[in-house]
């Protein structure tokens, strides 16, 4: 525990909706909700607005538009949250060497590493700083947490939500966590959480006063004592550059354990998915892929395979994950599976062959849906018999009215509304899918594309004076063959 609250959180705020508002003027205060789009898709993220209504992350899409039925629903543009969040973190690897990202919109940051005073009033300044700079830069907004510790900056960010900045100045930490729940220590899933929870521990005080030999009885050594010391706000956890990290690794423990071979699987797939996230987030590739598999009798193994070279495909990834998974007994049932890459290069040599575009993300997103509902993939018809198809969200240019991303689609039409990051809300057009005046467009930037407009000073999370209001945007009978699943 650091005597000076150095150690800096940042979490940009529900991060790819306000892309998406960033990007489509019409949407600005609006609610917004990105993820898969067909009857099995999941929410990848709500907006602030379209969250009023119970609207969250991994809620079944379905349910999101009971909930919410006026939000926007758009298919996610992954390669603009990566252009994103590669500026994000350029701003804020010039403020220290040892930066540590989580994931496309979060990191830890080591301020003292960087030279900044140890002083609150000059921590603050940075912090204060950075939001300035991310907003610039990138029209959208995040928020800082700074602590002396992870964990506690960690929750500092999350307190100051949205577009904010929380101090925990060193001493007021016990204090701070001791009515919180349990479930906001790291570390703490459901299931440790209800191992908790029947030993009447609830809050962060009361894991703190139940004792280390207590918790060691609960949870085991290792765990126990982990987390007595987070409880009493001690972390001295490093933040560990990426580029000097060894192995990426993401893990879930399951509150009832899995006996279903092809949800292990699913779970399997999606720990893939999610480690290339963040493998690609830290612009890493690996040789070596790891499962963990921790059975009902808390028996554990890994499994590990050594590919030809290093690799960040997803397709490549999980293809080795489900391969090593082969070799292990699940019947007894499964506690906790994770999914790691080991052997890091910042080279990849499949980069330069395997550009993946938003599209086959896409799809392979949409195979990994089917696989979760033990489906077959659909068969693929060749390209020309295949009729086009507009997902919501999705760029679009059209030779006279130009560029514009598609509202929604179906019984033969699409509804493009015209407009740009820099424009005012745009209109709406209707089309044919096949009219050969519409093509598939690029991502355009958040910031500095239009005449000179202060873009600095208007998040696009801030509702906007918005001249026309969208009907229902992206819900026009969206493909029911289209399907997206959590990341
Ligand atoms: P988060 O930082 O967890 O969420 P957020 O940025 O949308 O909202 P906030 O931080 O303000 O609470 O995740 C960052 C992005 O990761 C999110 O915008 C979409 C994606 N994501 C998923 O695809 N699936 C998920 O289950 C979660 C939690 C996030
Ligand atoms: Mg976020
Ligand atoms: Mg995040």
Redesign the pocket.
């Known amino acids: 525990m650091r005597p000076a609250p150095t150690i800096l959180h940042l979490?940009?705020?529900?991060?790819?909706?306000s892309a998406e508002q960033a990007a489509k003027p019409s949407l600005r205060g609006k609610p917004v909700v990105?993820g898969g789009i067909g009857p099995r898709g999941v929410v990848?993220?709500a907006s602030y607005e379209a969250r009023v209504f119970g609207v969250r992350?991994?809620m079944p899409t379905a349910q999101a538009r009971r909930l919410c039925p006026n939000a926007a629903y758009l298919s996610p543009r992954f390669t603009l949250y990566r252009q994103v969040s590669e500026t994000v973190m350029g701003l804020l690897h010039a403020l220290s060497p040892l930066v540590e990202p989580l994931?496309?919109?979060?990191a830890f940051v080591d301020l003292e590493a960087g030279g900044v005073a140890p002083e609150t009033a000059a921590v603050r300044a940075v912090g204060e700083q950075l939001r300035r700079d991310i907003r610039a830069a990138t029209g959208l907004t995040g928020s800082v947490g700074l602590a002396g510790a992870k964990m506690l900056a960690k929750i500092a960010s999350e307190q100051a939500?949205?577009d904010g900045l929380v101090v925990i100045p060193p001493g007021t930490e016990r204090e701070l966590l001791g009515p919180m729940s349990v479930r906001t220590l790291p570390g703490v899933g459901p299931a440790t959480a209800e191992t908790l929870r029947r030993a009447g521990i609830h809050t962060i005080a009361e894991t703190a006063e139940a004792g280390e030999a207590e918790l060691v009885r609960l949870l085991g050594k290792a765990h126990g004592a982990g987390l007595y010391a987070m409880a009493l706000g001690q972390d001295d956890r490093p933040v560990v550059a990426e580029r000097d990290a060894k192995s990426i690794s993401v893990e879930d423990t399951f509150e009832v354990d899995l006996t279903d071979r092809t949800r292990v699987r699913t779970e399997v797939l999606r720990l893939a998915d999610r480690c290339v996230q963040r493998l690609r987030a830290a612009g890493r590739s690996g040789r070596t892929v790891v499962i963990k598999v921790r059975n009902y009798d808390f028996s554990t193994l890994t499994r590990s395979e050594t590919l030809r070279g290093p690799t960040d495909d997803p397709a490549v990834i999980r293809e080795a994950a489900v391969r090593l998974l082969e070799l292990v007994d699940t019947t007894g049932g499964v506690r906790l599976l994770g999914v790691g890459v080991s052997g890091l290069a910042d080279f990849t040599q499949e980069d330069l062959f395997a550009q993946l575009t938003t599209e086959r993300e896409a799809e392979e997103l949409a195979r990994a849906a089917e696989e979760r509902a033990g489906a077959e993939p659909a068969e693929e018809a060749p390209e020309e018999e295949r009729p086009r198809r507009w997902h919501p969200g999705v760029d679009v240019i059209h030779d006279e009215y130009g560029a514009g991303w598609v509202q929604g689609s179906g019984l033969g039409r699409v509804t493009v509304r015209f407009e740009t990051p820099w424009s005012a809300p745009g209109r709406v057009r209707t089309f044919a899918v096949e009219d050969p005046a519409l093509r598939p467009g690029e991502p355009l930037p958040l910031v500095g594309g239009g005449p000179a407009v202060d873009q600095s000073s208007d998040p696009a999370i801030l509702p906007k004076s918005v001249s026309e209001v969208p009907e229902s945007p992206g819900d026009a009978a969206s493909d029911p063959g289209e399907e997206i699943s959590?990341?």
């Open positions: 979490d940009m705020d529900a991060f790819y909706a990105v990848a993220t992350s991994a994931s496309l919109d979060e939500k949205p959590r990341r």
